[in-house]
């Protein structure tokens, strides 16, 4: 079992920035991928960003926070941050950081085997 805790949420003015941190804890993997979700009143859980342990730069992103959103690693910590640049109201959402047992990133949440509890962020006009 794996336990992730993000932090860093809160609430910003649009153009603001926050950076988001997931430690990881518990049993530790050779190499995993991680990824940031977030999930909006009334809204599915959606997509926002992905990374490997293994590949260096293998970061993806969803199209709607592309050049604006940054995930990186720090192995050494076991944490994964997603900064968060140029925020817009409609970024308003939980925020979740999952694990997956691989070395190879995914985009699909039930392709994730551990959660966070969420941190919320709130993007005021």
């Known amino acids: 079992q794996v336990q992730l805790v993000e932090s860093g949420g809160g609430l910003v003015q649009a153009g603001g920035s926050l950076r988001l941190s997931c430690a990881a804890s518990g049993r530790t993997f050779s190499s995993y991928a991680m990824g940031w979700f977030r999930q909006a009143p009334g809204k599915e859980r959606e997509f926002v960003a992905a990374i490997t342990w293994s590949w260096s730069g293998g970061n993806i992103y969803a199209d709607s926070v592309k050049g604006r959103f940054t995930i990186s690693r720090d192995n050494a910590k076991n944490t994964v941050y997603l900064q968060m640049n140029s925020l817009k109201p409609e970024d308003t959402a939980v925020y979740y950081c999952?694990?997956?047992?691989?070395?190879?990133?995914?985009?699909?949440?039930?392709?994730?085997?551990?959660w966070g509890q969420g941190t919320q962020v709130t993007v005021s006009s």
């Open positions: 999952a694990a997956r047992p691989s070395t190879w990133y995914s985009t699909r949440a039930d392709e994730y085997d551990y």
